[in-house]
């Protein structure tokens, strides 16, 4: 095959004279090239490493200290103290043979300014921890920011001037603080209130005040224990427990979906859209590599977030184990894996040390797309197998992939950058029913037909046929957010910055000396094939029974809920609660997930968004009491989200907390009835908001049609629905609500048409009544940052 001369460098073979080299220039010329390119990140790293060390001072900056004391010493002063001449007293007996005196004196000078600035620059990241530590600047209200604020924004204006590399102020963010278990737990009792009855609330006081008395206090110090050591002491445990050790299917009870634009494709040429998508996703991992990315921060601020959840972002696979999985990353791979109807390709991405060009890659994908060969057998729908259920996942592969051709094919999907698909379907709002073909763009992106997408890999990339695309992303390496940075810079790139041709291909030029693509090759036995249409009946089972719904609410967007003077996502939030109520009568426990990247290696926290402010203005606006009662009990309701949000992201939520208790507990051996119900409840309504955090990459004023549909999840309770929303612009908001079909309690459409009223009925109760702009809004302070 045409690949495998390209794999070797030279041949040889035996004659009766010797042996007889043959050497491909051509093949060594490109090992030459990637070596350079392998050693140029080599050398990239080691700088980056240097420049985030000494952060928030610079390199050059130890060339200064030298030159001060040097020129104080030249003066006749020792600014020392005599910390030289001590160092020169205990330089190395050699030394002091072979330099002069006036060379010991140098030496012992450039110890002490080394040792100078280490010492200063330990105490600028100590200064700057401690200033990324304060938090009450998010608590203070529009017009009230106190003068500690005012002096803490400026000194974090000055420790920050220097251009940060991505990781630089990793070292520098403070670790998540355990709350005292008597706060959590009277936070816990305050948020089940409106759900329970009286007798039921006491029964569950009672439990927690047990607790609290008993094994409460020895599971908190073997927790403090732990973060005193740890990096953080939820993370580990949730990455594990939480996403790792489950062994149902990860396709929709765990993997998240992104869309592409609302209502424009740049290009209806599907290699092209994959040339261009490809691309930009390389550029992106090239800048992750050098850190060249800005770090993100809050929106608004100065204030940065943990970065952590980059490093695994490419390269990374989720394996299957009997009892838990095991998250693979790899270094830099210069290959993608590629699926096109049944079967798998690697596609070098990489030649003589160069990224290819949007055009050429292109041109290989066209080539896949061309290639008439059929699927081996048992090829087409190996990819169920990470659909399905674990654990048969796990047997398998061990058995019938961990050597041979099966072994290779397998790490080259693995080890891969990332996992394209190739979909031969057309997908989004087009054709007589745009708003059901959103919904099903939704369903195919969330499981397509649960064995063409590899939902084992950090994220998967799908192309339709008509140009459409979008991301399938495993959960368990990182939360939404990274992944939405990400995806805005793919979609921002393509459409903005790579372009295309006037008859939608892409720009730039081809070698038509490519190799082609590497067709990977199987040895499918019976067993595994069995297998493979086991997982694939319990994953199709599982698709099926999936309700979507994307609707785009154009009535009106931030920019007139802010004109209210409320915070966006409170009225959104207390907009779901009325709508939840309207549609099952009653009131749920309510996820509504908040970053915890204020803290180093921080992932998320939850905010119980259904609270007895909330509860109290749903039922008074359903009774139909006086506008002006319930314009007050909304007021109410605001600000209690808004406080609830800000003491997730400021590590005294509830549920991470309780969650660390339980684990302890259990490698304790021990039984808590309390911690038990309290992990046991289900939350009937999860929600979650993507963030817009790029829109500078988006032209929107002289583009408005370049708009993001966001992404969404599958239910998290059978019974339940699952409702993520992303705020775009000043007059849009998406949404996608998901729920099971086999639940006669829930439809997701009919759940969407009680949002939508939801959020019209609170807009007109606040917009007929002029003192509505007195209404506190979310805390302004941030705005001085």
């Given at each position: 095959?045409?690949?495998?001369?390209?794999?070797?460098?030279?041949?040889?073979?035996?004659?009766?004279?010797?042996?007889?080299?043959?050497?491909?220039?051509?093949?060594?010329?490109?090992?030459?090239?990637?070596?350079?390119?392998?050693?140029?990140?080599?050398?990239?790293?080691?700088?980056?490493?240097?420049?985030?060390?000494?952060?928030?001072?610079?390199?050059?900056?130890?060339?200064?200290?030298?030159?001060?004391?040097?020129?104080?010493?030249?003066?006749?002063?020792?600014?020392?103290?005599?910390?030289?001449?001590?160092?020169?007293?205990?330089?190395?007996?050699?030394?002091?043979?072979?330099?002069?005196?006036?060379?010991?004196?140098m030496l012992s000078a450039l110890v002490f300014s080394t040792l100078l600035w280490l010492s200063l620059i330990l105490a600028l990241r100590f200064c700057l921890k401690l200033l990324l530590s304060y938090h009450q600047w998010m608590f203070e209200q529009h017009g009230r920011v106190s003068n500690v604020t005012k002096v803490w924004v400026t000194l974090l204006r000055l420790l920050s001037s220097r251009k940060p590399l991505l990781y630089s102020y990793q070292t520098s963010?403070?670790?998540?603080?355990?709350?005292?278990?008597?706060?959590?737990?009277?936070?816990?009792?305050?948020?089940?209130?409106?759900?329970?009855?009286?007798?039921?609330?006491?029964?569950?006081?009672?439990?927690?005040?047990?607790?609290?008395?008993?094994?409460?206090?020895?599971?908190?110090?073997?927790?403090?224990?732990?973060?005193?050591?740890?990096?953080?002491?939820?993370?580990?445990?949730?990455?594990?427990?939480?996403?790792?050790?489950?062994?149902?299917?990860?396709?929709?009870?765990?993997?998240?979906?992104?869309?592409?634009?609302?209502?424009?494709?740049?290009?209806?040429?599907?290699?092209?859209?994959?040339?261009?998508?490809?691309?930009?996703?390389?550029?992106?991992?090239?800048?992750?590599?050098?850190?060249?990315?800005?770090?993100?921060?809050?929106?608004?601020?100065?204030?940065?977030?943990?970065?952590?959840?980059?490093?695994?972002?490419?390269?990374?696979?989720?394996?299957?184990?009997?009892?838990?999985?095991?998250?693979?990353?790899?270094?830099?791979?210069?290959?993608?894996?590629?699926?096109?109807?049944?079967?798998?390709?690697?596609?070098?991405?990489?030649?003589?040390?160069?990224?290819?060009?949007?055009?050429?890659?292109?041109?290989?994908?066209?080539?896949?797309?061309?290639?008439?060969?059929?699927?081996?057998?048992?090829?087409?729908?190996?990819?169920?197998?990470?659909?399905?259920?674990?654990?048969?996942?796990?047997?398998?592969?061990?058995?019938?992939?961990?050597?041979?051709?099966?072994?290779?094919?397998?790490?080259?999907?693995?080890?891969?950058?990332?996992?394209?698909?190739?979909?031969?379907?057309?997908?989004?709002?087009?054709?007589?029913?745009?708003?059901?073909?959103?919904?099903?763009?939704?369903?195919?992106?969330?499981?397509?037909?649960?064995?063409?997408?590899?939902?084992?890999?950090?994220?998967?990339?799908?192309?339709?046929?008509?140009?459409?695309?979008?991301?399938?992303?495993?959960?368990?390496?990182?939360?939404?957010?990274?992944?939405?940075?990400?995806?805005?810079?793919?979609?921002?790139?393509?459409?903005?910055?790579?372009?295309?041709?006037?008859?939608?291909?892409?720009?730039?030029?081809?070698?038509?000396?490519?190799?082609?693509?590497?067709?990977?090759?199987?040895?499918?036995?019976?067993?595994?094939?069995?297998?493979?249409?086991?997982?694939?009946?319990?994953?199709?089972?599982?698709?099926?029974?999936?309700?979507?719904?994307?609707?785009?609410?154009?009535?009106?967007?931030?920019?007139?809920?802010?004109?209210?003077?409320?915070?966006?996502?409170?009225?959104?939030?207390?907009?779901?609660?009325?709508?939840?109520?309207?549609?099952?009568?009653?009131?749920?426990?309510?996820?509504?997930?908040?970053?915890?990247?204020?803290?180093?290696?921080?992932?998320?926290?939850?905010?119980?968004?259904?609270?007895?402010?909330?509860?109290?203005?749903?039922?008074?606006?359903?009774?139909?009491?006086?506008?002006?009662?319930?314009?007050?009990?909304?007021?109410?309701?605001?600000?209690?989200?808004?406080?609830?949000?800000?003491?997730?992201?400021?590590?005294?939520?509830?549920?991470?907390?309780?969650?660390?208790?339980?684990?302890?507990?259990?490698?304790?051996?021990?039984?808590?009835?309390?911690?038990?119900?309290?992990?046991?409840?289900?939350?009937?309504?999860?929600?979650?908001?993507?963030?817009?955090?790029?829109?500078?990459?988006?032209?929107?004023?002289?583009?408005?049609?370049?708009?993001?549909?966001?992404?969404?999840?599958?239910?998290?309770?059978?019974?339940?629905?699952?409702?993520?929303?992303?705020?775009?612009?000043?007059?849009?908001?998406?949404?996608?609500?998901?729920?099971?079909?086999?639940?006669?309690?829930?439809?997701?459409?009919?759940?969407?048409?009680?949002?939508?009223?939801?959020?019209?009925?609170?807009?007109?109760?606040?917009?007929?009544?002029?003192?509505?702009?007195?209404?506190?809004?979310?805390?302004?302070?941030?705005?001085?940052?």
């Open positions: 095959m045409a690949e495998a001369h390209q794999a070797v460098a030279f041949q040889f073979t035996i004659t009766p004279e010797g042996i007889d080299l043959q050497l491909s220039y051509q093949a060594l010329n490109q090992i030459y090239l990637s070596g350079v390119r392998s050693w140029k990140k080599r050398v990239s790293r080691m700088r980056n490493r240097v420049i985030k060390g000494v952060y928030p001072a610079s390199p050059s900056s130890w060339l200064f200290v030298v030159i001060a004391i040097l020129a104080t010493m030249y003066m006749r002063s020792d600014p020392s103290m005599g910390l030289i001449t001590k160092i020169q007293q205990h330089l190395p007996l050699s030394l002091h043979l072979s330099l002069s005196a006036q060379g010991q004196t963010l403070p670790h998540l603080p355990v709350p005292a278990i008597k706060d959590t737990l009277s936070r816990y009792l305050k948020s089940v209130r409106p759900l329970l009855t009286d007798p039921d609330y006491k029964r569950m006081t009672e439990l927690a005040n047990h607790f609290e008395t008993n094994l409460g206090n020895r599971l908190q110090r073997y927790l403090k224990l732990k973060a005193l050591w740890a990096t953080n002491y939820v993370s580990d445990w949730w990455e594990e427990y939480i996403y790792l050790r489950g062994r149902g299917p990860i396709m929709v009870n765990s993997n998240y979906y992104g869309m592409d634009f609302l209502y424009v494709t740049p290009t209806s040429v599907q290699a092209a859209r994959a040339g261009n998508t490809i691309t930009a996703l390389l550029l992106y991992r090239r800048k992750v590599n050098r850190e060249e990315l800005k770090p993100s921060r809050v929106p608004g601020t100065v204030i940065p977030l943990c970065a952590a959840q980059c490093e695994r972002m490419f390269n990374t696979t989720r394996t299957p184990g009997v009892e838990t999985d095991v998250l693979q990353h790899w270094q830099d791979s210069e290959f993608i894996a590629v699926y096109h109807k049944g079967r798998f390709f690697r596609l070098w991405v990489y030649r003589a040390g160069r990224l290819l060009t949007p055009r050429e890659i292109e041109f290989q994908i066209q080539r896949i797309l061309d290639d008439p060969s059929p699927p081996q057998p048992g090829e087409e729908k190996l990819g169920a197998l990470t659909a399905g259920d674990r654990v048969p996942w796990a047997q398998m592969r061990k058995q019938y992939f961990s050597s041979g051709i099966n072994k290779r094919s397998l790490d080259a999907i693995e080890r891969a950058a990332f996992f394209v698909t190739l979909d031969d379907e057309e997908q989004g709002m087009r054709g007589e029913d745009p708003a059901g073909n959103l919904d099903r763009y939704a369903k195919s992106l969330l499981h397509g037909k649960c064995y063409d997408r590899w939902f084992d890999k950090s994220f998967s990339i799908v192309i339709y046929k008509n140009g459409k695309s979008g991301l399938n992303a495993e959960h368990s390496w990182a939360d939404a957010p990274t992944v939405a940075h990400l995806w805005e810079f793919t979609l921002a790139t393509d459409a903005f910055q790579l372009k295309y041709t006037e008859d939608g291909h892409c720009k730039g030029e081809v070698d038509l000396t490519l190799p082609f693509p590497q067709k990977l090759t199987w040895d499918i036995p019976s067993e595994v094939q069995d297998q493979v249409h086991s997982s694939l009946a319990v994953a199709e089972t599982l698709a099926e029974d999936v309700d979507c719904h994307v609707f785009p609410f154009s009535e009106f967007g931030k920019g007139r809920i802010k004109k209210l003077r409320v915070s966006p996502d409170a009225f959104i939030q207390i907009s779901l609660q009325l709508a939840y109520y309207r549609d099952r009568g009653c009131f749920c426990l309510t996820y509504e997930a908040s970053m915890t990247r204020l803290f180093r290696e921080g992932r998320t926290e939850t905010v119980r968004s259904c609270s007895n402010e909330s509860c109290a203005f749903v039922k008074a606006l359903e009774r139909g009491e006086a506008e002006d009662h319930c314009r007050q009990l909304f007021k109410q309701a605001s600000e209690r989200h808004q406080n609830l949000y800000r003491m997730a992201m400021t590590g005294a939520g509830i549920d991470r907390h309780l969650f660390c208790l339980y684990v302890v507990s259990k490698y304790l051996g021990v039984e808590s009835p309390f911690l038990k119900e309290v992990l046991s409840e289900p939350w009937r309504l999860s929600t979650s908001q993507t963030p817009v955090q790029q829109m500078e990459l988006f032209d929107l004023k002289n583009h408005p049609e370049y708009i993001s549909l966001g992404g969404g999840f599958g239910p998290v309770a059978d019974d339940g629905y699952g409702v993520s929303y992303i705020i775009v612009g000043e007059d849009l908001i998406n949404f996608h609500v998901s729920s099971k079909y086999s639940c006669t309690e829930t439809d997701s459409h009919r759940f969407g048409a009680q949002i939508r009223k939801a959020l019209q009925d609170i807009m007109n109760l606040l917009s007929a009544d002029t003192k509505t702009s007195k209404v506190p809004a979310q805390p302004q302070a941030k705005k001085l940052l």
